[in-house]
């Protein structure tokens, strides 16, 4: 679940966003894709570009933030 979200940068056209979850098997140096389900059952899936630890909080870093609350499924591809 998505428990606390925060701008990473906004350069240009492009937005970050830092996404931390309740629970993750993301480690730093990481990328993959979150997965969720919207209200309307339409299937969600973000990349995850980079994965960022600070002070023991895993950051994982997308273009497009997920809502607070929302239930999620990562899958690290490399």
């Known amino acids: 679940m998505v428990t606390d979200i925060r701008l990473e940068s906004r350069e240009g056209g492009t937005v970050r966003w830092r996404m931390t979850l309740d ?11 979150l997965e969720a389900v919207s209200r309307t059952g339409t299937r969600i899936e973000v990349p995850v570009l980079a ?12 273009e497009k933030p997920l809502a607070g609350g929302t239930d999620v499924i990562g899958r690290v591809t490399r």
Not at 23 to 33: E, I, K, S, W
Not at 51 to 62: A, F, L, N, R, T
Request: aromatic share 8%; glycine share 14%; proline share 0%.
């Open 51 to 62: 994965v960022i630890v600070e002070d023991g909080d895993v950051w994982h870093v997308v």
């Open 23 to 33: 629970n993750t098997q993301f480690a730093a140096g990481d990328v993959g894709v």
